[in-house]
């Protein structure tokens, strides 16, 4: 889909075209980024003013 595009020197089209087709494998990459280093890393529980004392 790209190829035409830069062959036809269509730099607005070609742009939009990239970003159209990027995205789409972008987001979900970083979803699962998110999941994995949520996973690995688990919050560490906080500790109550109550408990403190």
């Known amino acids: 889909m790209q190829l035409p595009l830069y062959f036809a020197a269509d730099v607005t089209a070609l742009g939009v075209a990239k970003i159209a087709m990027g995205l789409p494998l972008f987001a979900p990459m970083v979803a699962v980024s998110w999941l994995v280093v949520r996973a690995l890393y688990p919050r560490a529980p906080e500790e ?6």
């Not at 109550?48 to 004392?53: F, M, N």
């Open 48 to 53: 109550s003013e109550d408990a403190s004392a």
